[in-house]
């Protein structure tokens, strides 16, 4: 069974950091696209970053220069380092994995195939 597990979320004062992991078990993914995005209470779930196997990567323009995505292939495992965050970074966020990419980032959540149950994030002003 293909499972993917974030961890790391918390409760962070802003201007705080925290560093989000995603273990995925299963299967390999490796070769393929990963990626993060997050939920905000009574809002959409929305792209955060994503990152190609050999770690290019994309960022949605409200995290950029603050959030880094990152991925040890060799544990199976995806990073989202978080500074400087802000109230407004408050949301559940979620791991994913696209299989049928590999180079190329993934931004739309309909393309990604496997999800994590996610893990909650809370900004205090």
């Known amino acids: 069974q293909v499972q993917l597990v974030e961890s790391g979320g918390g409760l962070v004062q802003a201007g705080g950091s925290l560093r989000l992991s995603c273990a995925a078990s299963?299967?390999?993914?490796?070769?393929?696209?990963m990626g993060w995005f997050r939920q905000a209470p009574g809002k959409k779930r929305e792209f955060v970053a994503a990152?190609?196997?050999?770690?290019?990567?994309t960022y949605a323009d409200s995290v950029k220069g603050r959030f880094t995505i990152s991925r040890d292939n060799a544990k199976n495992t995806v990073y989202l380092q978080m500074n400087s965050l802000k109230p407004e970074d408050t949301a559940v966020y979620y791991c994913t994995a696209d299989v049928r990419s590999y180079s190329y980032l993934t931004v739309s959540e309909r393309e990604y195939d496997y999800w994590g149950q996610g893990t909650l994030v809370t900004v205090s002003s």
């Open positions: 299963g299967r390999t993914f490796s070769s393929n696209t």
């Open positions: 990152i190609s196997w050999s770690g290019g990567s």
